[in-house]
């Protein structure tokens, strides 16, 4: 943990490679954690998939990413950071403006996490 969901238009494989670079980085850098507890799942919403203000597909205009950090419990501080080092770096490997990204965080205490059948708390105590 944390883990990256990225829902944005399909990329070249080195874009993809790029993105992962990137966005591992300015989490470990934000919530001071190594990169061996960093996942991100990419999740390619092709065009015609898409759709925004009632409009789909390229009537939609630019697609918008949604990206999704889930991750332990984290500052204010620490969200804001994350959130400054991975919009400049996503708009920029995938072409879109800043504002077209959207990053949600879903945090959880230790004790809503559970891995491989133990819940964190249990093993990773406060």
């Known amino acids: 943990m ?3 969901e990225i829902l944005a238009p399909p990329v070249l494989p080195e ?4 993105v992962a670079e990137g966005v591992t980085a300015g989490i470990c850098e ?7 507890t960093v996942t ?3 999740l390619d919403v ?7 203000a009632g409009r789909a597909g390229e009537a939609a205009g630019t697609q918008r990413i949604f ?3 889930h991750a332990y419990r984290r500052g204010v501080a620490e969200r804001r950071a994350a ?7 996503l708009a920029r490997h995938y072409g879109v403006p800043e504002a077209t990204l959207a990053i949600y965080f879903f945090d959880r ?3 809503e996490v559970a891995h491989g059948g133990r819940l964190s708390s249990d093993v990773q105590p406060d």
């Open 46 to 52: 092709a065009g015609a998939h898409y759709a925004h």
């Open 109 to 111: 205490a230790k004790d």
């Open 15 to 18: 874009t993809r490679q790029a």
């Open 2 to 4: 944390p883990y990256v």
């Open 67 to 69: 990206v999704k950090v």
């Open 83 to 89: 959130a400054a080092a991975l919009t400049p770096a």
């Open 30 to 36: 934000a919530f001071a954690v190594g990169p061996q």
């Open 40 to 42: 991100l799942y990419f």
